[in-house]
């Protein structure tokens, strides 16, 4: 069975950080690119931040650039992404998701209803 379980969101501070961590089993994450995805109160799921299967390529929605790094580590079957100077506007479940194939990170994050598996989501709260 496929699980995707994600973890490290929280209660945060304007400015502060949090690194979240999407574990998978039941898979080799080696074939899969993975992306996070975000969905506010009343808003769309977005594309925050994607990986391609060999984690060469990697994309970031305009919002997160600059802010936020996505990373992967296969052998733990293990894909993080480290977000630093969190602003309100950032508050959201959070999910990690995968897709098997060679796709590349920006297709990725634009078609969140193509990926194959996907994580109950983590809670981000920036707020003071």
């Known amino acids: 069975q496929v699980q995707l379980v994600e973890s490290g969101g929280g209660l945060v501070q304007p400015g502060g950080s949090l690194r979240l961590s999407c574990v998978a089993s039941g898979l080799t994450l080696d074939y899969y690119a993975i992306g996070w995805f975000r969905q506010a109160p009343g808003k769309e799921r977005e594309g925050v931040s994607c990986i391609s299967s060999s984690g060469g390529d990697t994309h970031y929605a305009d919002s997160v650039k600059g802010r936020f790094t996505i990373s992967r580590d296969n052998a733990k079957n293990t894909v993080y992404l480290q977000m630093n100077s969190l602003k309100p506007d950032d508050t959201a479940v959070y999910y990690c998701?995968?897709?098997?194939?060679?796709?590349?990170?920006?297709?990725?994050?634009?078609?969140?209803?193509?990926?194959?598996?996907w994580g109950r989501g983590t809670l981000v709260t920036v707020s003071s």
């Open positions: 998701a995968s897709g098997r194939g060679d796709r590349s990170s920006r297709w990725t994050c634009g078609n969140y209803h193509a990926m194959d598996y």
